[in-house]
Nanobody, 124 residues
Framework: QVQLVESGGGLVQAGDSLRLSCAAS????????MGWFRQAPGKEREFLAV????????NYADSVKGRFTISRDNAKRTVYLQMNSLKPEDTAVYYC?????????????????WGQGTQVTVSS
């Protein structure tokens, strides 16, 4: 199975950048699609980005396309989310998740494994 731990969150100002990391353990990591989601208070969990098991396919939410970039390093068992041009509306808890899929799913129900989340706060 897969265990996930996010890191890299913090307090930044609008226009700044952050790079989130998600360290995974478990031998299934290299065959799992990896996704990033976020959830703000009072809001539903929102899909952000996903990368396939081999890193060759990605899918992004329209709200972050062009600003966020997902990548993975299977040797390090780590997935990353580079976030540029951050906005106050990006403030949320960010979660990484693993899916047993050869594709790039965008639905949270397709991800059985989740990290504990890391807080990102963007001030105006």
């Amino acid at each position: 199975q897969v265990q996930l731990v996010e890191s890299g969150g913090g307090l930044v100002q609008a226009g700044d950048s952050l790079r989130l990391s998600c360290a995974a353990s478990g031998r299934t990591f290299n065959t799992a699609a990896m996704g990033w989601f976020r959830q703000a208070p009072g809001k539903e969990r929102e899909f952000l980005a996903v990368v396939s098991w081999n890193g060759r396919s990605t899918n992004y939410a329209d709200s972050v396309k062009g600003r966020f970039t997902i990548s993975r390093d299977n040797a390090k068992r780590t997935v990353y989310l580079q976030m540029n041009s951050l906005k106050p509306e990006d403030t949320a808890v960010y979660y990484c998740a693993a899916s047993e899929s050869l594709l790039v799913p965008t639905i949270s129900g397709r991800y059985p494994y989740w990290g504990q989340g890391t807080q990102v706060t963007v001030s105006s």
